[in-house]
């Protein structure tokens, strides 16, 4: 389909120009026009960068695997 999203990299920001060298060259395995884009956001989190490490920072977060949840600042009921 157009404007479908072929495949997602995660990878740590010292990596990210190899990252973006390996998919350029991939790129020219499909037909058609490929672009490569990358995220402002943090990994597959809905959280901007900059956002997420300052809540990270403040402990804002659970982590749960591969993802994370935002803590909303009240306790547990119990």
């Known amino acids: 389909r157009i404007g479908q ?3 997602s990299v995660r990878a ?6 190899a990252v973006i060298e390996s998919l350029r060259r991939a790129k020219y395995k499909f037909p058609g026009r490929q672009h490569i884009v990358v995220s402002k956001k943090w990994g597959f989190t809905p959280f901007p960068i900059a956002t997420y490490k300052e809540m990270r920072a403040s402990n804002r977060f659970r ?6 949840s935002l803590l909303n600042g009240h306790g547990p009921l119990s």
Not at 12 to 17: L, V
């Open 5 to 7: 999203i072929i495949y």
């Open 63 to 68: 982590d749960e695997g591969n993802h994370v």
């Open 12 to 17: 740590k920001e010292s990596a990210k120009d």
